[in-house]
Each structure stands twice: as C-alpha cells, then as structure tokens.
C-alpha cells in the first residue's frame, strides 16, 4: 500500500505560482511513477506531470511543458509540483499518484494510487 497526501493548493492570480507537495508513505519503494493529474469540473483527469522515482527522469504534457517543473526528495519520500504563471484555465483538483510499473506514464488508469486532490484555483 501507498497512502499519499497533496498540499500547497489555494487560491491565486493570473500569472501567479504555487507548489503543490505530495507526501508519499508506505511501500514507496515500490512505485516507479509519481505523477500529477488535474480533473476541472465536467472534465477528465488530465496527465500533468510525471518522474521515474528511481533516477529523476521527468515527463510532461505538451501544455505544461515549460510553466510546470516536477521534482522529488527520495529522502523524504516528496514529489513537488511547482506551477509559475498560472492562468484560469489551469483551475482544478489536482492529484497526485504513485504507479508501480513502468509503461503509459500519462495515462490515469496505469496508476495505483492516489491522494485525496487539492484545489487549484486562478483568478483572472
């Protein structure tokens, strides 16, 4: 079992930034993927971001790429998602997840465990 716990969410301006943290416990030696998706009202979840735990390696949406940087503490078991010039269309729960083998990084269903979310929202 991976429990994992997002923070750092809140309410901020148009070309604004936040850093979520995803605090991971468990068998996290056992994920291969920790990644961040986003789901807004009426849409599905969104791949985001994501890193291989084990050697840093990153990946994004096209979209984020850029704005968005990803990065972890293997130390303190910690993914980071730092988000600069935020803009509305970014407002949504985000969620962080922990994926136990390698494959489809982007893809929600591949992952195998979430956290609870935390809001995002960008005023204009």
């Not at 985001?48 to 990153?58: C, H, L, M, Q």
């Not at 997840?97 to 269903?109: K, P």
Request: net charge positive; charged share 15%.
């Amino acid at each position: 079992q991976v429990q994992l716990v997002e923070s750092g969410g809140g309410l901020v301006q148009a070309g604004g930034s936040l850093r979520l943290s995803c605090a991971a416990s468990g068998r996290t030696f056992s994920s291969y993927f920790m990644g961040w998706f986003r789901q807004a009202p009426g849409k599905e979840r969104e791949f985001v971001a994501a890193i291989r735990w084990s050697g840093g390696r990153t990946y994004y949406a096209d979209s984020m790429k850029g704005r968005f940087t990803i990065s972890g503490d293997n130390a303190k078991n910690t993914v980071y998602l730092q988000m600069n010039t935020l803009k509305p269309e970014d407002t949504a729960v985000y969620y962080c997840g922990a994926a136990l083998r390698s494959g489809s990084y982007g893809w929600a269903a591949h992952y195998e465990y979430w956290g609870q979310g935390t809001q995002v929202t960008v005023s204009s």
